[in-house]
């Protein structure tokens, strides 16, 4: 038993094993329940299934919590994301919904480069607020959670939006090599988050910044533009999914648009095994935090849960999830399961600070 | 004006740490009406014994008696009940409540559960009477000083019929005049019959005020002194002691103040610097090549001087150049820039990342300097940190592992790696070896004579004397704030000058011993 553990370590210790064996148990349950759970056909050069429908659905969350795992790990936290993705998502409906031809390539980028544009002044916002001004993180981004609701009605004036713009549309339903474009956008985002992190120096500087602030800053490293920076990285990624969830449903509702994506992918974050406090992040783990949670999204309509009880079954299963990860429970488990058997070793305390 | 009897007396008191002896055969005594100073430098055990007497801690063995009855108390709180009362240096009040609910809070005045608030401000305006104070006792706390609100939380400690008052650091965020009302309302409460002890760095302070010195050093006591039969030097003396050197000896006999600096302009040139509550301003030059040492006592102004110089504070008055620089030093990367380093004291709130690596840690300095978007590639950064892990051996030589798993003479070690790295001109170390072994302190010596033998320039502070003066060309020496001399480190400077300036305040005048 112990040696089969001990072969084990380097597997079970690895930081993505956990929400990965999440991931694998969650689908087996769907696969136990459903049998054709897994079952993928191609239509049309399509492809069609539930995990295909995960996979699509998850993208806006994918590119919301990468961004949100760079807030959080400086230490900070975006709230503003949800109604950044209706803003952006509004100002690029309404610009199409205007144009004369909804269908003409040029009208459609031209929407996503004002409303892209727009994410990043607002991000811009958010970060003046917090590493120049220097509000609180959670205070600085509630401003704009609350007001850009009101800042989407003001474009939507109102009103939903409905658009009928075939290229649009593909942002969120189209496909490409018989895979969802969204499911591609939002791996691209990925891979380039990831080379902007660490091909350059970025991802460690902000992992300093989040971990220490202040030797951070006494090393010489200029952390307002780096907390600036990610701020504005976070609306990029917002504004993107802000496209998806938009074009899935070709209109633009500036109260429903991105609603409680930011708790969301909040959550995705620190499934992915982000701290909350700053420092270490894995954006690898963010991605997978995310399919967790669409799929137990996915999980609650297909299983026929009612929509009275369903987020109450999400959040059971959410608690489980973080428990499961938590070094101190399991170890805590594992000591009683096993009687007088002592557990790891306690991570070594810092030792007391002798006082004067 | 002292009592025969000892209100408080506390015997053989000892207290260990994992791994640190805090306390060791401590005894204590305190009559009414005196003000007792309670000396010794960091690690002492001054606040370890406070915090014996009011139950924080418990204690491995020793008696406290309190009006000749054996006492043992669980926490603050018990102990003030029993009379025994405690202000801290920071003063744990709460700013957004009135002046009246900081001195009730937790024990107001009640009728049937609801709070008496006529009474209560009724009361709160005697007590702060007493103290010949006159506030609005409904007003908010943060609007006053922060003298008036250490007043306050003296008057919600004498409020408890206290006999025993504690004031742990009272007065280090204090200008004179505060002191000077502080002062007052100790001699008051002291004339009163009130025993009071006073913990303070500053000499100064001692001796306008205290009756009465204990010393404590390492965790032992030193003795108990009248003041006026203790000269400062003495004091001083007693609390930094003579420790046999279980170091080897660096460059045998040869005085460090041999360098020639042939006239050469400095390399740093700090002009009238200095930072209100910090440090007095003063100038300081160092040259290429040059160990400049910085003594004092704790809280005399050490710290404050290095951060000064490389930014890390502002400057509200002179400025720092360097012979390169067109504009003055103002913010770490200004000094960064210029090649100036600086290891801070505090190595874990203001030096080491805890959860990145070994590696991470060591090139962050020099990353920052060459900005996010040009990254050290991977194997210059092997190169560099596997070098600087067998210079300096580094223990254990695992670059990836996270750099607080290491222990605190390899994380400083780590930190001066950071330094080495960006191959600075000028090096502050403060405090490079407290708290680490001695093997690794003897490591970093050495490092830092091999460092200015190879032309850089470093700035060295310690509360250690013998290792400022067996290191430094020269030593500049803080008292209260304020750098009141700069020796050179020639053959007719010793330790016992080095406390005399300290003690005194000026170089050559001789104190009665």
């Known amino acids: 038993m112990n040696t089969v553990a001990d072969r084990l370590r380097p597997l079970t210790g690895h930081r993505l094993f956990w929400p990965a064996l999440v991931l694998v148990v969650m689908i087996a349950a769907n696969t136990v329940y459903r049998p054709g759970f897994l079952a993928v056909e191609v239509k049309n050069g399509h492809l069609y299934g539930t995990p295909v429908d995960i996979l699509r659905l998850s993208a806006p969350l994918i590119l919301v919590a990468l961004g949100m795992t760079l807030v959080i790990a400086t230490g900070g936290i975006d709230l503003s994301v949800g109604s950044l993705c209706a803003i952006s998502g509004a100002i690029a409906c309404l610009h199409i919904s205007g144009a004369a031809d909804q269908n003409s390539p040029a009208t459609v980028a031209t929407a996503l480069a004002l409303a892209f544009g727009a994410a990043l002044v607002l991000g811009a916002w958010n970060g003046v607020l917090v590493a120049v001004i220097g509000i609180q993180p959670i205070i600085a981004t509630l401003i704009l959670m609350v007001a850009g609701r009101g800042i989407a009605q003001l474009v939507t004036e109102g009103q939903i939006i409905t658009i009928n713009s075939g290229p649009y549309r593909a942002i969120g339903l189209g496909s490409f090599l018989t895979l969802p474009l969204a499911i591609l956008i939002a791996l691209a985002a990925a891979l380039l988050v990831a080379a902007f992190t660490r091909r350059t120096a970025l991802g460690l500087i902000v992992e300093s910044v989040g971990g220490n602030a202040e030797a951070s800053r006494l090393a010489g490293i200029r952390s307002r533009r780096v907390v600036f920076l990610v701020y504005v990285v976070s609306a990029a990624c917002a504004a993107l999914a802000g496209f998806m969830v938009t074009a899935n449903v070709s209109s633009a509702d500036g109260n429903a648009a991105g609603l409680w994506i930011e708790l969301d992918a909040i959550l995705a974050v620190v499934i992915g095994g982000t701290s909350l406090a700053g420092g270490r992040f894995s954006l690898s783990g963010t991605v997978l935090g995310a399919l967790i949670i669409q799929t137990l999204t996915t999980t609650v309509y297909a299983m026929n849960i009612s929509p009275q009880t369903s987020l109450l079954f999400k959040a059971v299963v959410v608690i489980a999830v973080c428990l499961v990860q938590a070094p101190a429970f399991r170890a805590r488990f594992r000591r009683r399961r096993r009687g007088v058997e002592p557990g790891p070793a306690a991570p070594q305390r810092e030792k007391e600070q002798v006082p004067a | ?513």
């Open chain 2, 1 to 513: 004006m002292t009592g025969d009897r000892p209100v408080l007396t506390m015997t053989g008191i000892s207290k260990t740490f994992p791994g640190v002896r805090a306390l060791h055969d401590v005894d204590f005594r305190l009559f009414p009406g005196e003000v007792h100073a309670l000396m010794g430098e960091n690690g002492a055990g001054k606040s370890t014994l406070i915090k014996v007497l009011t139950g924080v801690y418990g204690t491995d063995a020793g008696t406290v008696t309190l009006d000749g009855e054996q006492v043992s108390f669980t926490g603050p709180m018990q102990a003030a009940a029993a009379g025994v009362s405690t202000v801290y240096q920071e003063v744990n009040l709460c700013t957004n409540l009135s002046v009246a609910e900081n001195i009730f809070i937790g024990r107001e005045p009640r009728r049937l559960g609801a709070v008496r608030w006529g009474e209560m401000r009724r009361r709160a305006r005697d007590l702060l009477a007493r103290l010949d104070l006159d506030l609005d006792v409904s007003a908010q706390l943060g609007t006053f000083s922060l003298a008036v609100q250490q007043m306050v939380a003296i008057a919600r400690a004498i409020d408890v019929r206290a006999r025993v008052l504690i004031l742990d650091e009272p007065t280090s965020s204090l200008d004179a005049g505060e002191v000077a009302q502080l002062f007052r309302i100790m001699r008051q409460l002291r004339d009163e019959g009130i025993a009071i002890l006073f913990v303070t760095h500053f000499l100064d302070q001692v001796y306008g005020i205290a009756d009465r010195i204990t010393v404590l050093r390492n965790g032992a006591l030193v003795g108990e002194y009248r003041t006026g039969e203790l000269p400062q030097f003495s004091l001083v003396e007693k609390m930094i002691g003579q420790e046999l050197d279980v170091l080897e000896r660096l460059d045998e006999q040869q005085k460090r103040a041999t360098v020639a600096l042939d006239g050469q302009a400095p390399l740093v040139d700090a002009e009238e610097v200095g930072r209100r509550g910090a440090v007095a301003p003063f100038s300081l030059r160092i040259h290429a090549g040059e160990v400049v040492g910085l003594a004092g006592l704790l809280g005399s102004g050490r710290t404050e001087v290095a951060r000064l110089i490389f930014g890390a504070d502002r400057a509200d008055h002179g400025q720092v150049r360097t012979d390169g620089a067109r504009s003055p030093l103002r913010t770490p990367i200004h000094a960064i820039d210029q090649g100036i380093g600086f290891c801070s004291e505090n190595r874990r709130a203001e030096g080491i990342v805890p959860e990145l690596s070994v590696r991470e840690n060591m090139i962050l300095a020099m990353q920052a300097a060459r900005g996010w978007l040009r990254p050290i590639p991977r194997r210059r950064q092997d190169e560099l940190v596997q070098k600087y892990v067998e210079a300096l051996s580094i223990r254990p030589a695992n670059p990836e592992l996270p750099v607080r798993n290491l222990s605190g003479g390899n994380q400083q070690k780590v930190l001066l790696a950071r330094w080495l790295i960006t191959e600075p001109r000028l090096l502050i170390l403060d405090e490079p070896t407290r708290g680490i072994d001695v093997g690794a302190k003897a490591e970093i010596q050495k490092l830092v004579v091999q460092l200015s033998d190879g032309g850089m320039a470093v700035l060295f502070i310690s509360a250690e004397l013998e290792e400022v003066l067996r290191l430094s060309h020269r030593v500049a020496v803080m008292r209260d704030r304020e750098m009141v001399a700069q020796l050179t480190n020639d053959d007719t400077l010793d330790a016992d000058r080095v406390m005399r300036t300290i003690a005194s305040g000026t170089p050559r005048e001789e104190v009665t011993r």
